[in-house]
């Protein structure tokens, strides 16, 4: 996927989950400081339901534009969904595992975009 390719992904992802009430919405860009992948889209969700409902609707609306995840985990449980791109990969956190796991704070080094409602 190319690099602008990689951005609109993760920009799509945050919408949708601005489309199910997620919110401290944040992409990192992870590209020119690690290989995992280009970009992390991080996002909270006040409850397990939500949560849920946050990755499905990314899922689903990614998929009807033809982009469907190479690996999701956490559907069930819902305290932290992961959904992988391959150059993009989605947290979805309930608030307390996100403050727990602090992927902000682990991966400190990279740029930060927030992501807020109205941003396109």
């Known amino acids: ?18 489309s199910k009430k997620g919110y401290d919405i944040k992409i990192l860009k992870l590209k020119d400081i690690s290989s995992v992948c280009d970009y992390f889209v991080i996002i909270t969700g006040a409850a397990d339901i939500q949560v849920k409902a946050i990755a499905n609707a990314i899922i689903d609306e990614l998929r009807e534009s033809g982009i469907k995840p190479y690996h999701t985990e956490g559907l069930n449980d819902g305290k932290w969904v992961l959904i992988d791109y391959i150059d993009v990969v989605v947290h979805i956190f309930h608030e307390p595992t996100r403050e727990f796991y602090s992927l902000d704070k682990l991966w400190g080094d990279a740029p930060v975009e927030k992501f807020v409602e109205n941003q396109f």
């Open 1 to 18: 996927m190319e690099n602008n390719l990689s951005l609109d992904l993760a920009k799509q992802a945050a919408q949708h989950a601005l």
